[in-house]
């Protein structure tokens, strides 16, 4: 399973806003980006657990927290939605700002069977 396409997918619809991989060059108000970390697999590689930040962008950094927690409502809600995800498993939203823009970041950790 393409985890990031899966979830740039799914949170595109969830949230409303643009969702993406990569930071556009050019960047809307808001933006969710997803990114994966890494994945660890099982002996039969039917099961996975693929991590991912989660970015949050918004004008203020008070947008960017209420984004952040669209983000991990919708997350946490991506097992009920059916297909390959059964578990989610969050860390953050922290405070993750760059040097012009806020920004929340988050780390979810995924269980997906094939």
Not at 2 to 15: F, R
Not at 60 to 86: D, I, K, N, Q, S
């Amino acid at each position: 399973m393409d985890a990031e396409a899966h979830v740039i997918a799914y949170l595109s619809e969830a949230l409303g806003v643009r969702v993406s991989a990569d930071v556009p060059p050019d960047r809307p108000d808001e933006l969710v980006t997803v990114e994966q970390l890494g994945a660890q697999y099982g002996d039969h590689a039917l099961i996975g657990h693929p991590s991912l930040a989660i970015q949050s962008w918004a004008p203020t950094r008070y947008r960017a927290a209420e984004l952040a927690r669209g983000v991990h409502e919708a997350m946490m809600a991506l097992p009920l939605a059916g297909g390959p995800v059964t578990h989610v498993s969050p860390s953050g939203p922290y405070n993750f700002p760059t040097r012009e823009h806020p920004r929340y970041q988050a780390a979810y950790t995924l269980t997906t069977h094939e």
